[in-house]
């Protein structure tokens, strides 16, 4: 029978102390709430009318999926930012407006941040 050296016990360590490390998450890991609240204060929701529909996280946390809905779906359709942590917990995308506002010339871009504290 084969005896373990002293650097396969060491790579055979590693390995398993390396798998056992957590990938890091976003700012946003376990605090669904706190980003949901959030989003309740922007300009979708506030100004156009907007509720929530979908929001999604990537596995890690460094980005989100946003769709919101109205329920006057005809003339405002569904409005979706898919935002990313940008390494200071903040979350920031910008989406263009799904829908024509009378007496602009065009349909202006829409910036949100979700920020959490360092």
């Known amino acids: 029978m084969k005896t373990l050296t002293t650097p396969t016990i060491l790579v055979i ?3 398993v102390l390396g798998g056992c490390a957590s990938p890091s998450k976003g700012p946003a890991y ?3 709430q706190e980003f ?3 989003l309740l204060e922007t300009m979708p929701v506030k100004t156009y009318g907007y509720s929530i529909k979908d929001l999604r996280f ?3 946390y460094e980005k989100a ?3 919101f809905g109205h329920s006057d779906s005809t003339t405002r359709p569904d409005w979706e930012f898919t935002l990313a942590d940008d390494g200071f917990g903040r979350y920031r995308g910008t989406s263009m407006q799904p829908f ?4 602009t010339g065009n349909t ?3 910036q949100i941040t979700v920020a959490f504290p360092k």
Do not use: F, N
């Open 58 to 60: 990537t596995d890690d």
């Open 36 to 38: 949901r609240d959030q």
């Open 30 to 32: 376990g605090h669904q």
């Open 100 to 103: 024509y506002t009378p007496g």
């Open 108 to 110: 202006p871009a829409i």
């Open 65 to 67: 999926s946003i769709v």
């Open 13 to 15: 360590a590693l390995a």
